[in-house]
Nanobody, 124 residues
């Protein structure tokens, strides 16, 4: 069964950090660009970051640039999102997903696979 499973979410104070992980089951991430996107209540889905498979290029939404870092470990079939200097507006459910290509399209979707997400809450 093909699955993407996210973990690492939680509640933190503004300025804190979290590290999200995404594990692929039933298929290999090697050939896919990996995306993290988020969905907050009442807001549109927002693409956060993407990392290509072809050359490891990374892309970030302006809202997280300089604070978030995406990475991947093909040997472990996982991807990570390190989130620093978190703000209340970062509160959302974070999902990992795969683009249908090895390079980041810049279109933030459609995605081939995606997980159920992990909740991130930033509040004092």
């Amino acid at each position: 069964q093909v699955q993407l499973v996210e973990s690492g979410g939680g509640s933190v104070q503004p300025g804190g950090s979290l590290r999200l992980s995404c594990a692929a089951r039933g298929f290999t991430l090697d050939y896919y660009a990996i995306v993290w996107f988020r969905q907050a209540p009442g807001k549109e889905r927002e693409g956060v970051s993407c990392i290509s498979s072809s050359d490891g290029s990374t892309y970030y939404a302006d809202s997280v640039k300089g604070r978030f870092t995406i990475s991947r470990d093909n040997a472990k079939n996982t991807a990570q999102l390190q989130m620093n200097s978190l703000k209340p507006e970062d509160t959302a459910v974070y999902h990992c997903a795969t683009e249908p290509t090895s390079s980041c399209s810049g279109n933030w979707g459609p995605y081939e696979y995606w997980g159920h997400g992990t909740q991130v809450t930033v509040s004092s």
